[in-house]
């Protein structure tokens, strides 16, 4: 069975603190997603990630997909209130099209 | 834009009764996905669909059934509700069946049984 454990479950800072979070698996994915949800509405994808060792990019948001392709981390750069809520990783498996989802991390920023 | 829209974004039901969750998506999306996101939990998949009148069943179908007679158009069935089933339902679709397809959400079902 394919797991996806997303590290910390919870984490409040101030206004531009920089924060990381983790998604890991001891599986190797096809693919990685990350998507933010806001309460009281569904996720939206913020990026997805093929390749091992991938970096992208979203203004300062930065994520990163594992050499092995088990792993992937979100960083965030001088934190905004804005990026509060829930981030939710999802591992793509070609072999079945669906998606394995980790538990999410919530975050908070404090003003 | 896609859109997928919800029925209810809150309902009450009692412990028995049958519950009709609906889903709509306006892109012409082949895949249609039923899911329930509890705390600590993250999202379950329940039953997904990828043409009409085709099903299949996710991680946790137990309770549940699924009715896909338009493309455009997901039903997520609870023959007998019970209190376990108290949850957030999401409904997604996506555009084709490669893993990196975008899903994209509704707003969600809060469904509370009592």
């Known amino acids: 069975t394919q797991l996806l454990e997303q590290s910390p479950q919870f984490l409040s800072i101030q206004e531009g603190e920089n924060l990381t979070v983790y998604c890991n698996s001891s599986?190797?994915?096809?693919?990685l997603q990350w998507y933010r949800q806001e309460p009281g509405e569904g996720p939206v994808l913020l990026v997805t990630?093929?390749?091992g060792g991938e970096v992208k990019k979203l203004k300062r948001l930065t994520f990163q997909f594992g050499d092995a392709r088990k792993d992937s981390s979100l960083h965030i750069t001088a934190a905004q209130p804005g990026d509060t809520g829930l981030y939710l990783c999802?591992?793509?498996?070609?072999?079945?099209?669906?998606?394995?989802w980790g538990a999410g991390t919530k975050l908070i920023i404090k003003p | 834009d896609v859109k997928v829209t919800q029925s209810s974004r809150y309902l009450v039901k009692r412990t028995g009764e049958k519950v009709f969750l609906e889903c709509v998506q306006d892109?012409?999306?082949?895949?249609m996905f039923w899911y329930r996101q509890d705390p600590g939990l993250g999202l379950r998949l329940i039953y997904f669909?990828?043409?009409?009148?085709?099903?299949e069943k996710g991680d946790i179908p137990e309770g549940y059934s699924v009715s896909r007679e338009k493309k455009e158009r997901f039903s997520l069935i609870l023959e007998s509700a019970s209190t376990n089933q108290t949850s957030m339902y999401l409904c997604?679709?996506?555009?084709?069946?490669?893993?990196?397809?975008?899903?994209?959400f509704g707003p969600g079902t809060r469904l509370t049984v009592l």
């Open positions: 997604a679709s996506s555009f084709s069946r490669v893993s990196t397809d975008t899903q994209y």
């Open positions: 892109m012409d999306h082949e895949n």
């Open positions: 669909s990828y043409d009409v009148k085709m099903k």
């Open positions: 599986s190797v994915f096809s693919s």
């Open positions: 990630v093929v390749t």
């Open positions: 999802a591992g793509g498996d070609d072999s079945n099209y669906q998606l394995i």
